[in-house]
């Protein structure tokens, strides 16, 4: 029984020993995961602060291609007006040259007038072509930033991938 007594007081002391390891090891593991929490949190403050700098350098990026694409447009809308003028002055020499017919009629020569109408009507006809054509280049539709539109729907929505 003494023996009995001795090996229990052993094993007492062997719980004791075990349960004083078992702390001292679960408090080395808590603080260890405690550091591996701060470092996965200093981490995803760096990831949040890259995510903020690269979204900023896209914005700028996206705001020089539509500054790039607006200029290219307006470029454009510069040779459109440039045609339409141009075909308001054909135009406007064609009036003259119908005008200059009729005053012909009227002086009695006729062959001068009918080559004054001709004309009148040729001149006439390539203005009106000319004032279509630039104002097809001036639609809504041709001066749209097309690629700088395309290129932020496809932002949105990797943007909206990678948030999910």
Do not use: C
């Not at 007492?12 to 001292?24: A, C, K, W, Y």
């Not at 280049?137 to 700088?148: F, I, N, T, W």
């Amino acid at each position: 029984m003494a023996q009995e007594l001795k090996h229990g007081n052993n094993d007492e002391r062997s719980l004791g020993e075990l349960f004083s390891d078992l702390s001292e090891g679960t408090s080395a593991l808590v603080r260890q995961e405690m550091t591996l929490a701060k470092a996965e949190i200093g981490e995803l403050g760096v990831l949040f602060g890259k995510l903020a700098r690269e979204s900023t350098e896209l914005l700028h990026q996206e705001v020089t291609l539509v500054k790039a694409e607006l200029s290219q447009k307006v470029a454009q809308a510069g040779k459109s007006a440039g045609m339409i003028v141009a075909g308001g002055l054909l135009a406007y020499a064609g009036l003259l040259a119908l005008l200059a017919g009729v005053v012909i009629l009227l002086a009695g020569i006729l062959p001068w007038w009918l080559s004054a109408v001709v004309v009148g009507v040729v001149v006439i006809a390539a203005g009106g072509l000319l004032v279509r054509s630039g104002l097809e280049g001036l639609k809504p539709d041709a001066l749209a930033p097309r690629q700088s539109l395309e290129t932020l729907k496809e932002d949105a929505t990797w943007a909206k991938d990678q948030m999910s």
